[in-house]
């Protein structure tokens, strides 16, 4: 993250008609908008581009701008550059204050002597402000459905926008009535494959009313002494469902060859399995009413209503899908 932020210091001749002395105005402007005020993540790259004029000219070039922060130690300096026909540009790139908040800062152009004259140092504040990171909190590997009242583990992690190390951040599970049903910390390597996603293993219990229950999840630094962070959330959907006491057995086979589909999805909502080299797979389900969705990887998807009662059998003949090759050329 990083942002832009451009300081003209201007002479008194533009900024207060008084050509014999040089004093200097700040202006602060982003491209979309003059004077908003500037946010940036708290310690993250800052740029600071700086343009100092001056009426009547005389050469600048090579003088050295200090930045002084809100309690006067210098932060930076940037050494002005050749005359672009309308000022002596600068720049410097800093990393920004720890402290999220208003920061007024103090751009000096130091006392110097040209042409014989001596000049002042001129000085000028500008203001921006820091902001707290913001963390994503991610919720993955929840079963799309467990026993009501029984055990079941899902991953939580979080993400600072910022890139930082969430490691040993706090994370709360609340229930849809906001109780705290469990709570720990991230660990300190990142999810496979991910740069900054720091996460942990949750084991909860799923509530005893069977349904679809909404929890929460906030995850919060606890380092006081490290830079701001806002507080994560998430939600995650927990669905509760009676014990099965049935048992499908659903068998997937080529329609023309009669022969065993290997690897066919079986859904029953809120149950899945994936059939094995025997076309088979079993599925526990509770008694009720499903509607079966069989689809296999080179076959076209068959759909089965079934009224479960007790164990049952369901053959699904499935037609191999006979598009062409280049099939999606014609989409
Ligand atoms: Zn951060």
Known sequence: MSASNTIKVRPAAEAHGFPEKHATAVEQYTEESARVPIEIDAATKMELALRVACMPPRELRGLTVRFLDG????????????FDGDAYPGELV??????????TWTAVLPAHT????????EA?????????HTATVLVWDVP???????????????????????E??????????????????????????????????VAARAPVETGLHQWTISASSTDAAGLPHQDGYARLGVRS???????VVVEAVDRAT????????????????????????????????????????RHMPVQVDAEVTGDTSIRAKLDLDEAPADYAFWL
């Open 258 to 297: 009669q022969t065993a589909i290997r690897g066919a999805n079986v859904a029953m909502h809120p149950y899945r399995a994936t059939t094995g080299a025997d076309g088979v797979a079993q599925i526990h389900v509770s008694k009720g009413k499903y509607r079966v969705l069989i689809s296999g990887p």
């Open 114 to 121: 040209g042409d014989q004259t001596e000049y002042e140092a």
């Open 71 to 82: 309690d006067g130690k210098q932060v930076g300096q940037a050494e002005l550059g050749e």
């Open 241 to 247: 469902v009676s014990k099965p006491d049935c048992v």
């Open 168 to 201: 040993n951040w706090r994370y709360v599970v609340n229930d849809q009535a906001g109780i705290a049903l469990t709570s720990g910390v991230l660990g300190s390597e990142p999810w496979n494959g991910t740069a900054a996603v720091y996460y942990a293993e």
């Open 124 to 132: 000028t504040q500008f203001s921006f402000r820091v902001k707290a």
């Open 94 to 103: 800093l990393e920004a204050p720890r402290r999220a908040g208003l920061h």
């Open 144 to 166: 799309p459905a467990v026993v009501a009242g029984e055990a079941f583990t899902f991953k939580v992690g979080a993400k600072c926008l910022a890139g930082c190390r969430l």
